[in-house]
């Protein structure tokens, strides 16, 4: 299927970095493989994925864990196949991303199972990818997808079979396109307009990433090795990212804006969402009963409790009393329960002490335990968080709805101005 979008030919102009030698012929890609020995940059088992800036990047971390080197080991096993690069549909190591733009790509192996069962001979070529879409003068590639979805797409092949897998995997190369899309058009608008990476701002990015990655200049050139790659390499997709996080600043940061009104009406028009549930502060009498008492020593303990609550009625102090008389878990503190909440006590409580006024002491009442007083000492109803500290939480959210609307029309305004073709 093809669709056509945009109007403004040139597009995303030059881009950084390597990208793996091809031959395009009639939409589809021939790609060159060679034995192991004289395969060169055809035979690197990985690259630096950038992906989309529509999701942050993940940098791969260093394990420090006792498993480290049996991971290593296998990797190197598991390396190349025999005609030594990478085809499509290989799998890879690493998480996708997923958020805001972020600043640099993560260091990921690619590897292929596709073409293991065979040998082939030297420079033989293998009819193995295609161009599945068009972004001002850019490509991209049916590989390009596959590796950016590869830990997706490896999750569907394990966990789905059948047409629903097929549906769901079609569903995944089509989301992933779409964001190689928008990561090449932003790429593509940053270049037009003239932005800029100086060389001390890569650097930086560059010892940023050893130093969250604890690793030193040897350290990670082994790592970039071991993934087919130069330092070289990775610092110009690394200014890519930068590149395309200045102009994603420039289009969408710069021009989002929350003032105190807006977060006023916020607050005002979503109460609910600021409510702090119902507590209650409240004192407790409680004179046991055994279960199997009999009507006269039922009543005999009601009759007690009943006189006194008279007693407390007419003034005297209830935590002095609840010393002397009760039975219950908080006689020790003069029967104060502190602070609770709906549900976190007997029902027969929490009825009398949510129901009744502060100061009031309830009627005498029994559960399984025996009789009750409650003395309901401080009702906390109808409360909401105060807006002063609403305030941040309620900016930071409207913040990021308005970050992202205004992200989507740029990427909108992008298509409209750029020629976008999809094959696929």
Not at 138 to 157: D, F, G, K, M, P
Not at 296 to 311: P, Q, W
Not at 334 to 356: K, M, N, S, T
Not at 369 to 384: A, C, D, M, P, S
Request: glycine share 8%.
């Amino acid at each position: 299927m093809i669709h056509r979008s945009g109007r403004r030919g040139e597009g995303a102009g030059r881009s950084f970095g390597w990208r793996r030698s091809v031959l395009v012929l009639a939409g589809s890609v021939l790609i060159l493989s060679a034995p192991p020995a004289e395969a060169g940059l055809l035979g690197t088992l990985g690259k630096i994925i950038a992906a989309p800036v529509t999701l942050p990047m993940k940098l791969l971390r260093r394990g420090d864990d006792k498993d480290a080197e049996k991971k290593r080991q296998e990797r190197k096993e598991s390396a190349a196949p025999e005609d030594g690069f990478a085809a499509a549909g290989a799998s890879l190591e690493g998480e996708p991303a997923g958020g805001p733009p972020a600043a640099f790509p993560p260091i990921k192996v690619v590897r292929s199972p596709a073409l293991q069962a065979e040998g082939r001979g030297p420079r033989q070529a293998i009819l193995i990818d295609r161009v599945v879409a068009k972004v001002g003068t850019q490509i991209i590639t049916l590989s390009e997808v596959e590796e950016a979805a590869a830990e997706e797409i490896r999750q569907i092949w394990q966990e789905s079979q059948g047409e629903g897998r097929e549906k769901k995997l079609a569903d995944i190369r089509r989301r992933f396109l779409e964001q190689l899309i928008e990561k090449k058009l932003q790429l593509g608008e940053a270049l037009r307009i003239g932005i800029e990476v100086a060389e001390k701002d890569v650097e930086r990015a560059m010892e940023e990433i050893k130093k969250e990655n604890r690793l030193d200049d040897a350290a990670l050139k082994t790592m970039l090795e071991q993934s087919g790659m130069t330092m070289q390499n990775y610092k110009d997709e690394v200014r890519e990212q930068i590149l395309v996080r200045k102009a994603y600043n420039f289009a969408v940061v710069s021009r989002v804006a929350i003032d105190d009104e807006e977060v006023r009406q916020y607050y005002t028009a979503n109460a609910t969402e600021f409510s702090i549930a119902d507590e209650v502060q409240a004192s407790h009498i409680l004179l046991r009963l055994p279960e199997a008492a009999s009507e006269a020593e039922a009543n005999a303990a009601r009759g007690r409790l009943e006189e006194i609550r008279r007693t407390l009625l007419n003034g005297a102090d209830f935590a002095e009393v609840a010393k002397k008389v009760s039975e219950g878990p908080a006689a020790d503190r003069g029967g104060d329960l502190g602070v609770f909440r709906r549900g976190q006590v007997l029902p027969e409580i929490e009825q009398h002490a949510f129901g009744q006024a502060a100061g009031t002491i309830s009627e005498v009442f029994r559960t399984q335990l025996g009789f009750h007083l409650i003395k309901t000492e401080k009702l906390l109803v109808n409360r909401r968080t105060p807006l002063e500290f609403a305030r941040d939480p309620i900016r930071n959210k409207l913040y990021g709805e308005k970050t992202t609307a205004r992200f989507k029309e740029w990427v909108t305004k992008l298509r409209e101005e750029v020629f976008v073709e999809v094959l696929m």
